[in-house]
């Protein structure tokens, strides 16, 4: 092909959005590699849903007709990995890809309902996901999920079984002690938990490990920044000043520890009214907007404030796998998409990560 007509290609990937994915377009999960007359386009789905995979075949196949484009061309899809240091391909972490962390500045503001759904998503998206819940002192996951009672097998000391559910693999401290138990650990304990917890079950292989980190900037987000390579981070925040202020101090420690921050979800957007569908921004407007803009990450997303994300989640059944075509969980699936097409990103660029600049100001 000529360098003419792979300009052209390039300006028509980059003015096709992906199906499913507002602001994302195919130019920024697609490779274009010739040779000779053969054309090939490395698509990083970060999934592997046939009727996703169908869509994009299509979009690219009429994008080549329009260009005239006769080339032989070979469509790659595939799940991005960002490309993480040697230490996190060892023991039961080596067949996993991404490993990425959803955090919060503070508690309260539904960092682990955006986890659990975004890895509800990604494994109905077709990936291969595994749940781990940090968060010792709290864990949720066992309840959102709805495993009840049920344990994970435990093989040995250092060999645990994940909890299959809902196609996720789950492992919690929940799942350990019952739902009284408090744990009432200093720092290290906790961290040493949680290095327990992430080292010895036994994950296999995974396109995703989503990690539902504890509110704050402590012990537990130190251990895991600092014991394997992550792919990135998701801030969860809702648009008011005050969660604002603990969001930032997520962003500014995950830059620290030279983690890649994938982007922000807006949680708790506007509220709906479940009688008249009226909507009102109870809690500000804009916040993870205005977060995203001034560290230069993306806005992954907003979600509304409903009675059907608490009802279900509490319920077990969190909305994704509740209600797979609610609108609702068509905003956790862009969410969930749009982290994989960042990833891919990063992996392009070397796992270099957005440049943040941190100032005393």
Known sequence: MNSDLLQQLDTKLGATEVPG???IVLGDITETVTAGNSLRLH???GARSPML???LKHDLAQILTQLGVSADVDFSISVPEAKPSPEAKTGNLAQVKNIVAV????GGVGKSTTA?????ALAADGASVGMLDADIYGPSQPHMLGVGSERPVINSPSSVEP???HGLKLISMGSLVTEKTPMVWRGPMASSALQQLMHNTNWGELDYLIVDMPPGTGDIQLTLSQSVALSGAVIVTTPQDIALLDAKKGVEMFTKVDVPVLGVVENMSTHICSNCGHTEAIFGEEGGERLAEQYGVSLLGRLPLTMAIRAQTDSGLP???AEPASNVAAEYFSIARKLAASIWQLSLAGNTGPLISITDD
């Open 43 to 45: 698509v990083a789905l």
């Open 319 to 321: 909305p994704v796998a």
């Open 53 to 55: 995979q169908a869509q």
């Open 163 to 165: 909890i299959e559910v």
């Open 103 to 106: 955090a919060s500045g503070k």
């Open 21 to 23: 994915i507002s602001g």
């Open 116 to 120: 659990v759904n975004l890895a509800l």
